[in-house]
């Protein structure tokens, strides 16, 4: 099951509250998305439990949820991501004015962001990295569309027009993406269950075969949320 926006932020402010359990649990939860940031800035694979740049990745994440102010108006991976970033970019450097072998210091690593740490990170967030972030992202959801036969212009020409049509529809991708069968069925054959979705979400046929392109790109999304973060954001029947 995908998160939704508020259930993400429902979860942060619980947290920011003190529940430590929550804090562990949606920790867990976003390790995979702490250890692809880390890795795609460092152009290599990592493993838990022998690289230093996950455990100063996961710190970082930790601090990010701390300091996430939900009044900016942005999505928490983002932030997070360039939170991560900032924080092993800092190790590197280190590691660069030493010229020797760096190893994490846990005290130091382990503190809330100070002020300035916070201040950097939601500057280079609205200057530079939210429209580099949602360049890249775009061209990735492109790839992956293209896997299915979908192409990215077309697909908004396609998009239904009317609120309620998009509605329907986008409960629809949300059915597909919430059901491990249903998702399975879609990466596998890259098409949708049809007759399956008529029975469990009692929409004709007719509507589920022209709103194919729409259902199969919405369900994507919802599927690789913590890839796709900005466009999962902005991604409702309103919007979509």
Known sequence: MTPDNSAVLTKIIKIQAG?????EDFIREYKPFVAKTAMNLCKRPLQWGQDDELSIGLIAFNSAVDSYDPKKQVPFLPYAKVVIQNRLKDYFRKQSRSNEECTLDTDADSKMLSPAELQSAWEEFRERTIEEERRDELI?????LNRFGIDFEALVSVSPKHRDSRENLFNVAKTVAAKKEFMSYLLERKQLPISDLVRETGTNRKTL??????IIATALVLHYYMEFPYIRAYISPDKA
């Open 19 to 23: 529940d430590l359990l929550s804090r």
């Open 209 to 214: 075969e022209r709103g194919r392109k729409f």
């Open 140 to 144: 990735e959801y492109e790839k992956v």
